[in-house]
Structure formats: C-alpha cells, structure tokens
T-cell receptor
Framework: GENVEQHPSTLSVQEGDSAVIKCTYSDSASNYFPWYKQELGKRPQLIIDIRSNVGEKKDQRIAVTLNKTAKHFSLHITETQPEDSAVYFCAASNRGTSYGKLTFGQGTILTVHP | EAQVTQNPRYLITVTGKKLTVTCSQNMNHEYMSWYRQDPGLGLRQIYYSMNVEVTDKGDVPEGYKVSRKEKRNFPLILESPSPNQTSLYFC?????????????FGPGTRLTVL
C-alpha cells in the first residue's frame, strides 16, 4: 500500500518568512495530493491540492509543487502570518482506482512567531 | 447548514464495553470515511464507504466495524474496545471519490478507553 513520509515534524519561523514542508510517497500510481490545515482543537480543512498532470499550483500565499519522478511534493507558504500556525498534513491517493482511500503523512506543527 | 456531525464528541469508557460513534452528513455525499488521529502518526484511515452497503478497509481496520445502511449515516462500531483505541476520531464525507471533490471533516470524537 501507499506510504507517505512528511518532514519536518516541527517548523518554527518568524512572521514574514517562508515555510516549506516536504512529503514523499511510495506508490507511483498515486495521482492526487491534497494538503490539510488543522488548527488547535479543530477539524482538518483542505487548503490546496494538486493532481499529477501538473507540476505546480498556487493560491495566494500558498503553493504546492510535485515531482513525480522523485515521488515527492512540497507545500510552500510565503509571507507567513501568526494565523498560519497550525498542524499541516499532506496526503496521497490514486483517484482513479482507490475511490475513497487516502493516506496521510505524519503532520508538521508550524509555529509562526510575531 | 451543510455539515458533518459526530456524536458523542467526548467519550470515556472501559475495556470491552461495546460502543458506537455516529456520523451523519446532510450534503447527500456518496463517500464517507473514518480516520483516527494519534500524535506523531497523523491521520490514518480506518474504513471508507463508496455508497450505501458498499464499504472497504482503510489502513487500520482491526478492531472496528462500520455499516452504511443509509446514505447520510456511517457509524463506527467498536465491539470490544481496548486502550490502544484511545484516540481522536474523525468522520469525513465527499460528493465523489477522493480527488474529485473536497472532503469535509466532522468535528471529531475524543475517545478514551480505560
């Protein structure tokens, strides 16, 4: 089955700096890679996703890049703000065959210091 | 309001006492999933369902049962809970398979098994 590794487990940055979180996956058939943000005591919420037919996707201060050859993808947050502090999870799925199956990484605790 | 609800939100029980955590969505979603969240392990999928009477195992199904008799409900059943099932549980739903539409999470159920 799919295995997703996420690094780092914790990340501390100053407000205004950039933050990068990296994930690797094992199943070359995976073709859908979402990122979720979970604030303290809240439920996970989708913030951005990428499908395997593109290499990069941006949404304001958030971007995700995908390297299919190396089987890794990354979340980039620019101009970080204190409200970006949360746990971030990457995930992978083969949306053509696994229908409902989604494998998550271990999570990254991001702290943005004012 | 479109939402996924879970009950109870908090539960403390003892080893071996059968329990059910309910999950309900009012968005007419076909796909529903159960996850458990543990520190350092991220979110791990327990079971998922593609439609009424159609379910499949996720990555950690041992010790759990599910049923999907109605489209809106997807209860998680622990027939004989053990302390290693102490965790934070999330139900989620989506209109179509993972990767085609956003997956919405419920508020979570914190379960403690003594």
């Amino acid at each position: 089955g799919e295995n997703v590794e996420q690094h780092p487990s914790t990340l501390s940055v100053q407000e205004g700096d950039s933050a990068v979180i990296k994930c690797t996956y094992s199943d070359s058939a995976s073709n859908y890679f979402p990122w979720y943000k979970q604030e303290l005591g809240k439920r996970p919420q989708l913030i951005i996703d990428i499908r395997s037919n593109v290499g990069e996707k941006k949404d304001q201060r958030i971007a995700v890049t995908l390297n299919k050859t190396a089987k890794h993808f990354s979340l980039h947050i620019t101009e970080t703000q204190p409200e970006d502090s949360a746990v971030y999870f990457c995930a992978a799925s083969n949306r053509g065959t696994s229908y409902g199956k989604l494998t998550f990484g271990q999570g990254t605790i991001l702290t943005v210091h004012p | 309001e479109a939402q996924v609800t879970q009950n109870p939100r908090y539960l403390i029980t003892v080893t071996g006492k059968k329990l059910t955590v309910t999950c309900s969505q009012n968005m007419n979603h076909e796909y529903m999933s159960w996850y458990r969240q543990d520190p350092g392990l991220g979110l791990r999928q327990i079971y998922y369902s593609m439609n009424v009477e159609v379910t499949d195992k996720g990555d950690v199904p041992e010790g759990y049962k599910v049923s999907r008799k109605e489209k809106r409900n997807f209860p998680l059943i622990l027939e004989s809970p053990s302390p290693n099932q102490t965790s934070l549980y999330f139900c989620a739903s989506s209109l179509s398979p993972v990767g085609y539409n956003e997956q919405f999470f419920g508020p979570g159920t914190r379960l403690t098994v003594l």
